[in-house]
Antibody
Framework: QVQLVESGGGVVQPGGSLRLSCAASGFTFSHYGMHWVRQAPGNGLEWVAVISYDGNNKYYADSVKGRVSISRDDPKDTLFLQMNNLRPEDTAVYYC????????????????WGRGTLVSVSS | AIRMTQSPSSFSSSTGDRVTITCRASQDVTYYLAWYQQKPGTAPKLLVYAASTLQDGVPSRFSGSGSGTEFTLTIDNLQSEDFATYYCQQYYFNPPTFGGGTKVEIK
C-alpha cells in the first residue's frame, strides 16, 4: 500500500525553525520526485517545493525561497523540509506529495498525498 | 505565476444531478491540468490528470475535458460521497498552481 506519513509539525514562534519529515512506503521512493504542498486554515492549496528523484534539482515557491530547504534520504525512504525564519503566514497544514510520473518527469501533478502535519507560527 | 480561476466557488446540488465545474488558466497550459477532490480534514485526492485521464480507482461518473485555458470537471449522477471541495491545478509552468476551489454542497 502506497503511503506517505508526515511528522514534525508544531507550534513555533516567529523567526523559529522546524524540520518536517515524510516517511514513504509501498513504492520505489528513489524513482520519484517529491513535493511539499501547504494549505493555510480555511484556504486553498499552495505548492511549496520539489526535489527531483535523484536529489540534484530543487525548486521553491517564491513565498518560501531562501527560508526553506527540501532534501531526501533515499536509503530511509524519507523526505524532509527544513523551515527557518518562520512567519505567521507560514501557518498551514503541510502535505508531502508524490509526483505522478517517475524519474525526471517535469509533469508535477500529485498522485499520492500524506495526511499532513500542522505548522502553527504564533507568538 | 499562472493564475487558475475556478467557477463557481460554491454551489448546492442534489444526489443524482449532473454537475460541472469550470477552471480557467491565465495562460495556455495545453493539457497539463489535474483535478483533485478534498473532504474536510483529509488530504486532496487525485481524480484526473492530463485534463481528461481518470486516475486509477476513480469512478467513471467523473470526467475531465478541455485544453489550453479552459477546462471542466463533470460529475454525472452525483453521489453523497461526492460532496466535497474540488481543485484544479496546472503543471505546465513552474511553479504549479491551484485554483481557489469549488465547494459542492448538499441542497
Amino acid at each position: 500500500q502506497v503511503q506517505l506519513v508526515e511528522s514534525g509539525g508544531g507550534v513555533v514562534q516567529p523567526g523559529g525553525s522546524l524540520r518536517l519529515s515524510c516517511a514513504a512506503s509501498g513504492f520505489t521512493f528513489s524513482h520519484y520526485g517529491m513535493h511539499w504542498v501547504r494549505q493555510a486554515p480555511g484556504n486553498g492549496l499552495e505548492w511549496v517545493a520539489v526535489i527531483s528523484y535523484d536529489g540534484n534539482n530543487k525548486y521553491y515557491a517564491d513565498s518560501v525561497k531562501g527560508r526553506v530547504s527540501i532534501s531526501r534520504d533515499d536509503p530511509k525512504d524519507t523526505l524532509f523540509l527544513q523551515m527557518n525564519n518562520l512567519r505567521p503566514e507560514d501557518t498551514a497544514v503541510y502535505y508531502c506529495a508524490k509526483s505522478g510520473l517517475n524519474w525526471g518527469s517535469s509533469e508535477w501533478y500529485f498522485d499520492v498525498w500524506g495526511r499532513g502535519t500542522l505548522v502553527s507560527v504564533s507568538s | 505565476a499562472i493564475r487558475m480561476t475556478q467557477s463557481p466557488s460554491s454551489f448546492s446540488s442534489s444526489t443524482g444531478d449532473r454537475v460541472t465545474i469550470t477552471c480557467r488558466a491565465s495562460q495556455d497550459v495545453t493539457y497539463y491540468l489535474a483535478w483533485y477532490q478534498q473532504k474536510p480534514g483529509t488530504a486532496p485526492k487525485l481524480l484526473v490528470y492530463a485534463a481528461s485521464t481518470l486516475q486509477d480507482g476513480v469512478p467513471s461518473r467523473f470526467s475531465g475535458s478541455g485544453s489550453g485555458t479552459e477546462f471542466t470537471l463533470t460529475i454525472d449522477n452525483l453521489q453523497s460521497e461526492d460532496f466535497a471541495t474540488y481543485y484544479c491545478q496546472q503543471y505546465y509552468f513552474n511553479p504549479p498552481t491551484f485554483g481557489g476551489g469549488t465547494k459542492v454542497e448538499i441542497k
